[in-house]
């Protein structure tokens, strides 16, 4: 016996070699000259099945293995080798797409022995198959139908309900940009400013051309009082559509809450770069000198485009005003 078992190894040992060169048929002969030699030793068999693997003869990897790990069992073999087994059943299922007995068997080798390959390999089987069942659960038509109830809801005024309804449609369609641009209006409406500005920026980002994302984000941030990044948002709008009366209105009235506290403009407007800039250039010193003392040149200094482009600047910034 103990002569058949050296034998036994020595075609193990030529089977790795030949595994090594890729020479996978060869390397299946001398590995299943080892089982007949000793057919009670694992690692045989765990070798026999990495070739299989190689080969992508999945289902031959699995039974191959199986049957090593109910003879490493039943001879109380290492358990990093059970392990290491049942990490390359788990592997042949994931490659044949059967994630669920893939994350079966990975979850079993890690009973056996923790490995960092083996819990990698689990979480990517994982995600698989959330991934699986996320992109199952989709369905445009019904999107369509929550995002229907969801409307119906804002109108009523039951806005948490409309939350729930828009979430759900997101669910089942979420590349539609619209239903993320609703959902942040039942946010604001909710004072769930942040969430709000999420579902902006996602459906901003799905859709640039989209007018009411930007719409929405600006009246979310005008409702946190962050007028200079509302006014960003507004204008943005504006350049989607110059005639857009919602954009232009909110962009005036985020401009007037700037204007209030003159100290906080002053504060603002210093720590604007471009602002500083102009504010320093002699000329336009000048120009700002004379508009005190002369307002009618003012309108000979609009014609130059440059100099009309600098004072609408400290205009926004809210250090002068034209009447």
Not at 139 to 168: H, I, M, R, T
Not at 249 to 266: F, H, I, S, T, W
């Amino acid at each position: 016996m103990d002569e058949k078992k050296e034998q036994a190894f020595r075609s193990k040992e030529a089977g790795n070699l030949c595994y090594k060169k890729k020479s996978f048929d060869s390397a299946i002969e001398h590995y299943k000259k080892a089982i007949e030699l000793d057919s009670q030793e694992i690692t045989f068999y765990t070798n026999l099945g990495a070739v299989y693997f190689e080969q992508k003869e999945y289902n031959k990897c699995i039974d191959t293995c199986k049957e090593g790990v109910d003879i490493g069992r039943s001879n109380r073999a290492d358990f990093k080798v059970v392990a290491k087994a049942l990490t390359r059943i788990g592997n042949a299922y994931k490659q044949l797409d059967d994630l669920e007995s893939a994350k079966l068997h990975l979850e079993k080798s890690l009973t056996e022995h923790r490995t960092p390959a083996t819990q990698e390999l689990l979480s990517t089987v994982i995600r698989q198959i959330k991934e699986k069942e996320r992109l199952a659960y989709e369905d445009p038509q019904k999107a369509e139908e929550e995002k229907a109830k969801g409307n119906q809801l804002f109108q009523k005024g039951d806005y948490a309900a409309a939350v729930k309804c828009y979430s759900e449609a997101i669910q089942r369609n979420p590349k539609d940009a619209k239903i993320y641009s609703n959902r942040a209006a039942a946010y604001t409406k909710l004072a769930a400013f942040d969430l709000g500005l999420k579902d902006c920026d996602e459906c901003i980002k799905m859709d640039p051309q989209f007018i009411k994302g930007f719409l929405r984000k600006g009246n979310l941030l005008k409702a946190m009082k962050q007028y200079s990044k509302a006014m960003d948002a507004y204008q943005l709008a504006l350049d989607i559509d110059s005639n857009c009366t919602e954009a232009s209105e909110g962009y005036r009235a985020c401009l007037m809450e700037q204007n209030k506290d003159p100290e906080e403009v002053r504060k603002r407007a210093m720590g604007d770069p471009e602002v500083q800039r102009i504010l320093q250039d002699p000329a336009m010193r000048l120009i700002l000198e004379q508009m005190q003392t002369d307002p009618k040149a003012l309108r000979d200094h609009l014609q130059n485009p440059e100099v009309n482009q600098k004072i609408q600047k400290l205009m926004e910034a809210g250090l002068i005003a034209i009447k």
